[in-house]
């Protein structure tokens, strides 16, 4: 039988591109070589294609290299890779692909219009405002808030907010990373991950960091991940239940990460990842994991879901 040639991207141009690296290096790794030919590309922070030695070899050849695949692995976190962009070039070049696909790709991105889909199903989500860099100036602190870009991913740009003097600065650190900004509301609870693909939902993962869970606890090695997490089984039902009904509602393909404040009125949203990191350390593997699969079955579930 010989072996599917898989296309690995990874890299970005965006906040991040080394996780992006990190997660690509992880797949391309994971891949039996007695099924797959691994061909890896990397996107760089400027844009520039790039081959596996590295060089240069821009858009068209790129393409070209795609379309001799049988099957492409965008590992893009972020914008310009997991908000639609590289699905559309992959649909565009008649390439099949793992994960979501553009629509999906882009509402999930959008953490203001995944709240009123999440609304319109009935799932809570904190309280906020959306801001652009014109209203931003005039908006006042009214207690303790979560300040956020819009469309990023990894907690880039995203402060908790205690104190109104820093509330400023928190407004110019999101708009560095999106030209629209999310004020929101504190949630007390649990912060707790559900994975889903397709019929398959994961045991719930709970994240136990020690403060405010931003880029430097997700990727510091200083969070402890629970999983299966220690939730009674209402609490597990309601937190499944919300995680298929978005996942069917954006139209989701291949695997997706959705997040939540687990409270005591129940499953408050936070935000939904459709190209959520996949290194071996990470959340989703971890969860697959606790469901009886292991790394590289996860990969090859993904690619059959794609072929398919």
């Not at 590289?86 to 709240?115: C, F, H, I, N, Q």
């Not at 597990?236 to 298929?244: D, I, P, Q, S, V």
């Not at 139209?251 to 936070?270: I, K, Y």
Request: glycine share 10%; net charge negative.
């Amino acid at each position: 039988m010989s072996r599917l040639r898989a296309a690995v991207i990874g890299g970005g141009r965006n906040g991040e591109h080394q996780v992006s690296l990190a997660s690509a290096a992880s797949v391309a790794a994971a891949l039996d070589p007695e099924g797959y030919e691994v061909v890896r590309l990397t996107i760089a922070p400027d844009g520039t294609w790039r081959d596996d030695a590295e060089a240069p070899i821009g858009l068209p050849a790129a393409v070209g290299t795609l379309q001799s695949c049988d099957v492409a692995l965008p590992i893009v976190h972020g914008p310009r890779g997991e908000d639609g962009t590289l699905a559309a070039l992959l649909e565009l070049a008649g390439v099949p692909y793992v994960g979501s696909g553009v629509r999906p790709g882009a509402l999930a991105m959008d953490k203001w219009v995944t709240k009123l889909i999440a609304s319109e199903l009935g799932i809570a989500t904190a309280p906020g405002r959306l801001l652009t860099a014109r209203t931003a100036a005039g908006c006042a602190w009214n207690g303790p808030v979560v300040v956020k870009p819009v469309a990023a991913g990894s907690s880039l740009g995203v402060t908790l907010v205690r104190e109104e003097a820093a509330f400023a600065e928190a407004l110019a650190e999101a708009l560095r990373h999106d030209d629209r900004v999310l004020v929101e509301e504190v949630v007390a609870g649990r912060e707790v991950d559900i994975a889903v693909l397709g019929d398959v939902v994961t045991p719930a993962l709970e994240i136990v960091a020690d403060g405010f869970f931003d880029y430097e606890a997700k990727y510091g090695g200083g969070t402890v991940f629970r999983v299966p997490a220690p939730i009674d089984p209402a609490a597990t039902k309601a937190l499944e239940e919300a995680a298929r009904a978005l996942y069917d509602a954006l139209g989701c393909r291949g695997v997706a990460r959705v997040d939540f404040f687990l409270t005591e009125a129940g499953p408050v949203l936070n935000e939904v990842n459709t190209m959520p990191g996949l290194t071996g350390h990470s959340q989703v593997p971890r969860m697959f994991a606790a469901a009886g699969w292991d790394y590289p079955q996860l990969l090859d579930r993904l690619i059959r879901d794609a072929l398919a």
